[in-house]
């Protein structure tokens, strides 16, 4: 279910359109440019953005910038799945993830709020924050 969708004019996305790879993606993106009071820009990573994991290299799908109540502004990476459980996932996905969450978290300008959600689980926002600490 790949396709190319027009973002709306005016809207948070930093393209004029979003490429998706699957229905999750495309609804992920709507929920993101209908939270224009906390999403102030975001953008489907390309492929050629990698990070390397010992399991194989692996491409976020979205980086955010997210203003939090006006108060702290946070930069987001988030990877869209069909299940918010790792262990729903096939293992070589969920390794990739877990080594994801490590990588951005050693940012050497300082951590990257990183996480994977589903559209309907929106941003995760407060359970990236607990999930930083595993």
């Known amino acids: ?34 939270n224009a009071d906390h999403v102030k820009m975001f953008t489907k990573l390309p492929r050629r953005f990698k990070v390397r994991t010992p399991v194989g290299e692996y491409s976020p799908d979205w980086a955010i910038v997210y203003d939090d109540d006006g108060q702290e502004r946070l930069y987001l990476v988030r990877e869209t799945k069909s299940t918010t459980k790792l262990d729903d996932l096939e ?18 300008i300082g951590k990257v709020d990183y996480y994977f959600t589903t559209a309907e689980a929106d941003l995760r926002i407060e359970e990236s924050e607990e999930a930083s600490t595993d």
Do not use: C, T
């Not at 293992?91 to 050497?108: L, S, T, V, Y």
């Open 1 to 34: 279910s790949q396709g190319v969708v027009e973002a709306p004019a005016g809207g948070s996305n930093l393209f004029d359109h979003v490429i998706y790879d699957s229905h999750v993606e495309r609804d992920f993106a709507k929920k993101l440019e209908n």
């Open 91 to 108: 293992w070589d996905e969920a390794m990739r993830i877990r080594f994801a969450r490590r990588h951005f978290a050693a940012a050497p």
